[in-house]
């Protein structure tokens, strides 16, 4: 099955600095890698996702970049603010054959100081 | 998107008895899973509730223990039965729309402790 390594663990950037997460995935017929962000007390919430046929995509602060070949994906966050801080997870799943079916990677806690 | 809610939002039970969730949406989906997070991981799949049929079960995850329903396209429960104390988790609920295939949305969480 797939397998999704996620890195780093914990994040501390000052407020203004771009925060990068990194994640790998092990499976090359995953096809769909949404990012989620979890704040405390709360459901996940998908804040961007891309699908294998694009290399990047971008909303305002926030954006991801994709590498089949290497099979890993990334989060960009430009401009940090303290509201940015929170638990951040990504996945990957493979819509075709199981569809919405997502493997999480472990997470990162990102703390964005003032 | 959709909203979901679930309730109970938590709770505290006691070993041995069981605790019945429940997932409710405002919209009709196409799909309806059920995930656990323990304390400070990420998320697991659970099983996805088929509407009207037997939910599909993710390895390591079994109907006696997990019993779900999903009787119509906007409802479902998950039943821990038997509860133990490493069955405190956040249960939660997510669910595919019909209108973006892809795009996965969760619900609030049941945060469950066991004693």
């Known amino acids: 099955g797939e397998n999704v390594e996620q890195h780093p663990s914990t994040l501390s950037v000052q407020e203004g600095d771009s925060a990068v997460i990194k994640c790998t995935y092990s499976d090359s017929a995953s096809n769909y890698f949404p990012w989620y962000k979890q704040e405390l007390g709360k459901g996940p919430q998908l804040i961007i996702d891309?699908?294998?046929?694009?290399g990047e995509k971008k909303d305002q602060r926030i954006a991801v970049t994709l590498n089949k070949t290497a099979k890993h994906f990334s989060l960009h966050i430009t401009e940090t603010q303290p509201e940015d801080s929170a638990v951040y997870f990504c996945a990957a799943s493979n819509a075709g054959t199981s569809y919405g079916k997502l493997t999480f990677g472990q997470g990162t806690i990102l703390t964005v100081h003032p | 998107s959709a909203v979901i809610s679930q309730k109970p939002s938590r709770d505290i039970c006691q070993r041995g008895t069981s605790l019945t969730i429940q997932c409710q949406v405002d919209?009709?989906?196409?799909?309806m899973f059920w995930y656990r997070q323990q304390p400070g991981q990420s998320l697991t799949l659970i099983a996805t509730a088929n509407q009207g049929s037997e939910a599909t079960y993710e390895s390591g995850f079994v109907i006696d223990k997990f019993p779900i329903s999903r009787p119509n396209l906007t409802f479902s429960t998950l039943t821990v039965s038997n509860m133990s104390p490493e069955d405190s988790s956040i249960y939660l609920c997510?669910?595919?729309?019909?209108?973006?295939?892809?795009?996965?949305?969760f619900g609030p969480g049941t945060r469950l402790t066991v004693t």
């Open positions: 891309i699908r294998s046929n694009v």
């Open positions: 919209s009709q989906v196409t799909m």
């Open positions: 997510s669910v595919v729309t019909g209108g973006n295939p892809y795009e996965q949305y």
